[in-house]
């Protein structure tokens, strides 16, 4: 069969010039059983440009790979299904294509081809509309996951970025984020995504930033490079805000309102945004000082959050609700005492300021040091 199907290709009037060395040693390493060699050569076929055109992917899985199946390692084999299910036109076809390989390898015990396959699926069944399925395999695909010591890469960033996109569906802007961000540290995304992807994906992931309800910190986006990607596009903007809630500058933020015209689902949250970057510069308040320094009256909190003063001890409940921050409103004496603060990644400003406080202490340590020296030498003596 696999002989006849080679002979057919190259044979064929049809088949582009560049995709015919490609079934010449296709035959010459399938008559030798060089199985690892051919396995690259197949990976080789299916990225190339002019395998992508036409049928051709599909005709050479089902004529050709299937027959010498159990030669090869069967996650490089499942990777190559999902690659092949993208030739297909109809997302349904594609899903049944991507099922029935995803049963094939259950039925084998191949746990980790099953849980990429049955992913892959589950976008196709996402594409269709039918969330609900799509939600039961990755709950299911979560739970073999878990049984798991090692999983490769591959494996996870397909469960990864199924997901996101099945929170992207459901406006969950929070566990978007953060399966997206899982999602990039899989891959290589400079090699494994088109220029179009990556800049779709540092828009997205800002959007989620912004709009996602337990998403206080953007210092691993902020610092992520995909983030880059914006810069010279129409998105550009994105970045700058995303600057100003992680340094919860209000002013700056203030000025690029404006600019949310261009995306109407900032728009339209525009009060949330404006109560997340109250709590963004009273985050950012709390952090810069030292552990001794804590204690805020409400006029402080007032003047370095641009609200009113009777909106203060609701914005401190919503920070203590959201567990940003401890402490406790001491509401007769017009003080509130924070005794923590959400822990956060750190842009090089924010570094900067931490090393400052950190030399600042260390100052201090050494002239209590000193002192206790002068005063009390025989302690350090005996010492």
Known sequence: M?????????????????LRPFYEQFRELHSKKLWYQLTLLIDEFLRHPASQQGTYQIDLYENFVRTF????????????????SRQFSDAAKAYDFLHTLAT???????????????IEAAHFQLLLGDVVAT????????????TFDSVEPVVHASFYRVSGNYYKSKAEYADYYRNFLLFLACINYETEMSVAEQVQCAHDLAISALLGDTIYNFGELLLHPILTTLRDTEYAWLSEMLVAFNAGDIGRFESLIPRLGQEPILETNVA??????????????????????????????AQETHIPLDEVEHLVMKALGLGLIRGAIDEAAQLVRITWVQPR???????????????????????????????SPELLGNA
Request: charged share 25%.
């Open 135 to 146: 939600k039961t395999a990755m709950e299911k695909a979560s739970k073999v996951l878990d």
């Open 345 to 375: 990644v750190l842009d090089t400003n924010q570094t900067k300021a931490l090393l400052a406080r950190l030399s600042g202490w260390c100052d201090r340590v050494q002239h209590v040091s000193e002192f206790v020296k002068t005063q």
């Open 104 to 118: 094939e390898a259950e039925e084998k015990d191949w746990q980790d081809a099953y849980v990429l396959l049955s």
């Open 272 to 301: 949330f945004l404006r109560q997340k970057i109250c709590l963004m510069a009273l985050i950012e308040n709390v952090f810069k000082r030292s552990t001794d320094n804590r204690t805020l009256s409400f006029e402080t909190i």
């Open 2 to 18: 696999a002989d006849a199907y080679l002979e057919s290709a190259l044979r064929s009037p049809a088949t582009p010039a560049e």
């Open 69 to 84: 199946a159990k030669n090869i390692n069967h996650l490089k084999l499942a990777s190559f299904g999902v690659i092949v």
